[in-house]
């Protein structure tokens, strides 16, 4: 299937990433060869649903360099940081009142060590007739080796620090995430209905924010989007 503008969806999906500051210009003659780095190719997905189409650019740091050798090869891959989904689905199934979301960019929101994105450049023009230019991507590259422990661990750690002032809604950060889905529920309306904006503002706290919400409950997800609304600064 040819999707029309393919171009125009790459530009303003790459566009957006520099406008959101996740990817940042090199300015190539302030760089020193001699030091480490590792340029990573990238193209675009088509996603199809019923409702629409959409583009996505993915990185692949599984391309080996001129070394044999790709970023992937030299990431540690850690251990899972995150509760047996089994487990975290029995959890779900559990309560009266059933909620899930999703966190939004979930990699895209932590940062990475300013010398760590010497690894993640990319190569990158606005149109065939301009110049190639330099990026590095400054945040947690889906793609990566290690992205996924990286961002449950940040998550996790979230939930630590933040435990005392937000006791529930760290229990659900440390419990019932997968990934970048999150699916927790409460026996009765008062409870769901406190538990919702106590997890927004625990994410907001880390810079994370919650969206695509579902619930059984019609006032509870009412309610979700509601607060979701007023957090768009997260």
Known sequence: MKIPNVYQQYKDFMSEYLSLRHMEEVDENSVDVKNEHFYIPHHHVIKE??????????????????????????????????DDLFAILLRFRSHNIAVTSDLQKMYRQINIENEDRNF????????????????????????????SYLATRVL????????????????VLLHNCYVYDVLFGADTLEEAEKLIPELQELLCSGGFK?????????????????????KNSC
């Open 49 to 82: 649903s019923s409702l629409a189409t959409c583009l996505s650019v993915v990185f692949n740091a599984s391309a080996k360099s001129s070394t044999g050798v790709s970023l992937n090869d030299t990431l540690m891959i850690d251990p899972e940081n995150q």
């Open 120 to 147: 993640q450049k990319i190569l990158l023009r606005d149109n065939p007739s301009s110049p190639i230019k330099t990026y590095r991507l400054c945040t947690i590259t889906y793609g990566t080796a290690s992205a």
């Open 156 to 171: 996790k750690q979230l939930a630590i620090d933040e435990s005392s002032n937000f006791p529930k809604a760290s229990e």
């Open 210 to 230: 919650l969206n695509k919400w579902c619930s059984n409950e019609k006032s509870v997800l009412e309610r979700a989007i509601k607060t979701e609304d007023s």
